[in-house]
């Protein structure tokens, strides 16, 4: 290379690095306490030093909705620039989103007007034409709140009016902190608890790390709101160091190591005991055993680990002919590949194959109430408390075939009843099953009304937790499928799971099912392509893209050249897989009744 050439390139290389340097956002932190705003200063006697008193006239009214002075924070940044208010929980979410909105000066309404009308047209859309009340009430001014409770999509389109300062606040919990890109000139900190634990100094620092904007922003502000009891403590949270970081194996000490083993042993990675422990000295856990490890060794772990994989009979010792411990080798049974395959948890491996199992004896086909129930997920149902009058309400409307598969998993009208009404029950009813049957119910309703806020209305539930049931249930289908591929005995279940995870995935109407397995298509468009005559794949690959544009309101020709090409695609590999399964059938034995041999020429 010559040397202009070399001298062109290092000026390239300058001038590409100075257009991508983005200054680092300098984050300031603030405490208040009463009417008294307090700068972290970790050199300062106390860690903190005075900064300002915060200087609002308050009506006597305003003092009573807003004793934190929470709206005089707020005014001081938005709607020029845009703040987060992180609050405990999700109920006071929505009760501060309210609270400002009462507060804030009619003059917010005029800002972004029209963007914001677009917001609140979206969110009906996506909504089946509902909208949350408190969203109606406070995005004209520019605020909203955001948390699980939301449906995927309503958290979508709220993220994207914030980003683009359509909307300049949002009140929100915890983990909006993680995950979700969502920055800010000020953050809030309602209070030093999440839920009702304190709060850790690692959620702090991810909390507060939302304020600054890089490359729009010089300054990030941060401000925690805390009472005079609470003061000490927090001190000691901002000024102390984070907290250690552990493997996650710790949490899930026997389940995560064992579920390790079972796919180190079925990927063939390690087989033998020595090899095992070898491999689990040399992760995280490993490196920290001496800290984590106080009654029993690695060694006496991993051991035990392997003997309850192999009482569980998901493993297999083999005798490899060697006295010596280190050496002996394991592989995988039948039942373990399932549990490999199907990505089960294998706390609740052996509670589904007695479930599947139980079911062969009197699977209940005339409803899908019963196939629902073994693909309720087990965690989801542990952690849920039912809401004992909904719940004795379904119940009482069940259809015979609906109640007999009550019967059979044990759950009477009466025990609901009782529940119910707050009296005392003696005989003893497996709370997992009586919590999983619930879910079923609201799954199952689900599927039949596809649609999300009714049937959040029904369960009183959060349409959020909702759709998290539904995603949950859709992934735990696919993953019994796969289960009971590897298992011969469990065959009848195959051909209908299949189905019903695809409806469980889409949760539409069935004959919207083939539609929404093309890419772009959602339950919205794929009911104004149904609408408009364009019922099967075929019909799509087949259309034309200006065609569509002209027919479908709302589609852009970019989008419809997509779905176009991904219907094409799709249709390819169905054709693909449907020769696949001819040649092979073209491949079998000749001598085999009715396709070839004597039988064929005496037909």
């Given at each position: 290379m010559s040397k202009t050439c070399?001298?062109?390139?290092?000026l390239s290389i300058t001038a590409v690095s100075s257009d991508q340097y983005v200054p680092k956002v300098e984050l300031k932190e603030y405490l208040k306490v009463s009417d008294t705003i307090y700068e972290v200063d970790s050199e300062a006697e106390h860690g903190m030093t005075f900064s300002r008193l915060l200087n609002y006239k308050y009506s006597d009214a305003l003092k009573k909705m807003d004793p934190d002075h929470l709206v005089a924070l707020v005014t001081e940044v938005i709607p020029n620039y845009s703040c987060l208010v992180f609050c405990p929980s999700k109920k006071n979410c929505e009760n501060v989103a309210e609270m400002l909105c009462r507060c804030l000066s009619k003059d917010f309404l005029s800002h972004r007007e029209k963007e914001k009308s677009e917001v609140i047209k979206n969110l009906r859309d996506v909504g089946s034409g509902k909208v949350c009340p408190v969203l109606k009430r406070t995005i004209p001014f520019g605020v909203a709140y955001h948390h699980s409770g939301l449906t995927s999509d309503e958290?979508?389109?709220?993220?994207?009016?914030?980003?683009?300062?359509?909307?300049?606040?949002?009140?929100?919990?915890?983990?909006?902190?993680?995950?979700?890109?969502?920055?800010?000139?000020?953050?809030?900190?309602?209070?030093?608890?999440?839920?009702?634990?304190?709060?850790?100094?690692?959620?702090?620092?991810?909390?507060?790390?939302?304020?600054?904007?890089?490359?729009?922003?010089?300054?990030?502000?941060?401000?925690?709101?805390?009472?005079?009891?609470?003061?000490?403590?927090?001190?000691e949270l901002i000024n102390g160091p984070l907290e250690n970081c552990y493997s996650h194996l710790v949490e899930e000490l026997t389940r995560g190591i064992q579920s390790l083993f079972l796919s180190l042993i079925s990927l063939k990675i390690a087989t033998s005991l020595g090899d095992l422990y070898q491999f689990?000295?040399?992760?995280?856990?490993?490196?920290?055993?001496?800290?984590?490890?106080?009654?029993?060794?690695?060694?006496?772990?991993?051991?035990?680990?392997?003997?309850?994989?192999?009482?569980?009979?998901?493993?297999?010792?083999?005798?490899?002919?060697?006295?010596?411990?280190?050496?002996?080798?394991?592989?995988?049974?039948?039942?373990?590949?399932?549990?490999?395959?199907?990505?089960?948890?294998?706390?609740?491996?052996?509670?589904?194959?007695?479930?599947?199992?139980?079911?062969?004896?009197?699977?209940?086909?005339?409803?899908?109430?019963h196939l629902v129930y073994l693909t309720t997920p087990y965690d989801l149902a542990a952690q849920s408390e039912p809401d004992w009058m909904v719940y004795f309400r379904q119940f009482s409307q069940l259809s015979p075939a609906e109640q007999n598969v009550a019967a059979l998993l044990g759950v009477s009208e009466s025990f609901i009843g009782k529940k119910a009404s707050g009296q005392a029950i003696r005989k003893k009813v497996d709370k997992n099953i009586v919590n999983r049957l619930y879910l079923s119910f609201v799954l199952y309703s689900l599927l039949k009304e596809?649609?999300?806020?009714?049937?959040?209305?029904?369960?009183?539930?959060?349409?959020?937790?909702?759709?998290?049931?539904l995603t949950g249930a859709a992934s735990f289908s696919s993953c019994v499928l796969h289960f009971c591929e590897e298992l011969e005995e469990f065959w009848v279940y195959r051909?209908?799971?299949?189905?019903?995870?695809?409806?469980?995935?889409?949760?539409v109407k069935a004959e919207l099912i083939p539609l929404m397995e093309v890419t772009g298509v959602l339950?919205?468009?794929?009911?104004?392509?149904?609408?408009?005559?364009?019922?099967?794949?075929?019909?799509?690959?087949?259309?034309?893209?200006?065609?569509?544009?002209?027919?479908?309101?709302?589609?852009?020709?970019?989008?419809?050249?997509?779905?176009?090409?991904?219907?094409?695609?799709?249709?390819?590999?169905?054709?693909?897989?449907?020769?696949?399964?001819?040649?092979?059938?073209?491949?079998?034995?000749?001598?085999?009744p009715g396709l070839g041999g004597s039988d064929t020429e005496e037909v």
């Open positions: 070399r001298s062109s390139l290092k958290r979508k389109l709220l993220e994207e009016a914030y980003s683009t300062g359509v909307l300049c606040l949002l009140t929100c919990t915890s983990t909006l902190a993680a995950g979700v890109n969502l920055p800010a000139r000020r953050v809030i900190l309602r209070a030093p608890y999440v839920a009702r634990e304190f709060l850790r100094r690692n959620q702090y620092k991810q909390m507060i790390g939302r304020a600054g904007r890089a490359g729009i922003d010089t300054v990030g502000e941060s401000i925690l709101l805390l009472q005079e009891k609470d003061k000490q403590q927090v001190l689990m000295n040399g992760t995280f856990f490993g490196v920290q055993q001496k800290i984590l490890l106080k009654e029993k060794s690695l060694w006496e772990i991993t051991v035990d680990s392997l003997s309850y994989l192999t009482e569980k009979g998901l493993l297999q010792r083999d005798s490899c002919g060697t006295s010596e411990e280190a050496q002996c080798c394991f592989h995988i049974t039948k039942l373990g590949h399932a549990a490999f395959k199907g990505a089960i948890d294998l706390a609740y491996c052996d509670i589904l194959y007695r479930d599947l199992k139980k079911g062969l004896e009197g699977l209940v086909l005339e409803s899908l109430l596809t649609n999300v806020w009714s049937v959040s209305e029904k369960f009183n539930m959060p349409r959020g937790h909702v759709q998290n049931l051909a209908l799971l299949v189905e019903l995870t695809k409806k469980l995935t889409y949760c339950e919205g468009r794929a009911k104004q392509l149904y609408s408009a005559g364009y019922k099967s794949i075929m019909h799509l690959a087949n259309a034309s893209p200006d065609v569509l544009v002209r027919t479908i309101e709302h589609l852009s020709r970019r989008q419809a050249k997509q779905i176009v090409s991904s219907a094409k695609m799709l249709l390819h590999e169905k054709v693909e897989t449907l020769q696949e399964e001819a040649e092979e059938l073209l491949r079998l034995p000749a001598d085999l």
